[in-house]
């Protein structure tokens, strides 16, 4: 069982202070580790040895495997090659690039393909809210995320700008979902989602930049935010 030394000495602090278990020992487990994680008792990088989890939670490794899988969806945990599951490293500095960079390139792309996105276009940016109000599985929100975008980028005419959003934008997943395990899926803003699509719909070109741009800035301080209250 892990010591005061070992990298998991929070975890198992952390254990010792929950006043109720939930319903089932996957759900224990990945209450608990997902708490650790985003309080920063369990530092980035982190090995999370099946077996030493098991030991500490008292239960069959079973659960434990289940609970790690949960956790990757939330972008929590990452699966290496040789290393197994390890607490996923994300920093402050590195959302904060991200978002400057997403805030240089896509009001770019955005104004080169407002004036030939489609009905079309239109429709299944639509369909695509629809789906990230329905979703259920965290997994697939921040794709869900990034095609929407996508969607309206898609008419840029210009396939390496296209491809530098693309990338930019399946980085950001992880920051997304980080922060949907953390604050809640209440937060992913659709408000804003909704806006963008109407202005470019009505071909609005500085005012779609406008939302997105505060769409983006919205959301690189809300990540920061999260990132200075954990300290």
Do not use: W
């Not at 278990?21 to 985003?38: C, D, K, S």
């Not at 098991?54 to 929590?76: H, K, N």
């Not at 939302?211 to 919205?218: G, K, M």
Request: glycine share 6%; with cysteine; proline share 5%.
């Amino acid at each position: 069982m892990p010591t005061e030394e070992t990298p998991l000495a929070g975890l198992a602090t952390l254990l010792g202070q929950q006043p109720n278990r939930p319903r089932t020992a996957t759900e224990f487990v990945e209450a608990a580790l997902r708490q650790a994680i985003l309080g920063g008792q369990i530092a980035p990088g982190t090995p999370l040895r099946q077996e030493d989890l098991a030991a500490l939670f008292g239960v069959s490794r079973m659960p434990v495997r289940e609970a790690l899988r949960q956790l990757e969806a939330q972008a929590l945990v990452d699966f290496e090659p040789h290393k197994g599951a390890v607490v996923t490293e994300i920093s402050a500095e590195d959302a904060a690039d991200n978002y400057a960079i997403r805030r240089a390139l896509e009001p770019a792309a955005l104004a080169l393909s407002i004036p030939h996105l489609t009905e079309a276009d239109f429709e299944r940016a639509e369909e695509l809210i629809a789906d990230l109000d329905g979703e259920a599985d965290q997994a697939r929100l921040g794709d869900l995320n990034r095609r929407f975008h996508l969607c309206l980028y898609g008419a840029v005419g210009r396939p390496k700008l296209l491809a530098l959003v693309n990338a930019q934008l399946a980085a950001a997943d992880r920051y997304l979902r980080f922060h949907l395990a953390a604050k809640g899926r209440d937060h992913l803003a659709q408000a804003e989602h909704r806006a963008l699509l109407a202005a470019c719909r009505a071909h609005d070109i500085p005012g779609g930049q406008a939302v997105l741009l505060q769409h983006l800035d919205t959301a690189a301080a809300t990540i920061a935010r999260f990132f200075a209250e954990r300290g």
